[in-house]
Nanobody, 127 residues
Framework: QVQLVESGGGSVQAGGSLRLSCTAS????????MAWFRQAPGKEREGVAG????????LYADSVKGRFTISQDNAKNTLFLQMNSLKPEDTAMYYC????????????????????WGQGNQVTVSS
């Protein structure tokens, strides 16, 4: 069973930055697909950013392109999400997700394609 432990959430004013971290109990290069999701109260969980850890690229939701950056440090088995120019609408619980399979039915943004999840980390952006 893969454990994903998140850290780095918090509160920030609009325009500020935060970095989320997700440390896996498994080698990240074995977890071929990793992603960040978020869920605001009353809304569905949505994909924010994804990464093929084998080096095939990164993917972003339109709402965060140019502001968020997903990256990995395989030496530390850690996934990151750098969030810049934060907006109040970015306020949500953020979750790290991972799967051993790089390719599954459904897009990278589909929660159903991931088998492993972190505990969630609150990000609050005030105006």
């Amino acid at each position: 069973q893969v454990q994903l432990v998140e850290s780095g959430g918090g509160s920030v004013q609009a325009g500020g930055s935060l970095r989320l971290s997700c440390t896996a109990s498994e080698y990240t290069y074995n977890l071929r697909m990793m992603a960040w999701f978020r869920q605001a109260p009353g809304k569905e969980r949505e994909g924010v950013a994804g990464i093929y850890t084998g080096g095939s690229g990164t993917l972003y939701a339109d709402s965060v392109k140019g502001r968020f950056t997903i990256s990995q440090d395989n030496a530390k088995n850690t996934l990151f999400l750098q969030m810049n120019s934060l907006k109040p609408e970015d306020t949500a619980m953020y979750y790290c997700a991972a799967d051993y399979s790089a390719w599954k039915p459904g897009g990278w943004y589909s929660p159903q394609r991931y088998n492993y999840w972190g505990q969630g980390n609150q990000v609050t952006v005030s105006s």
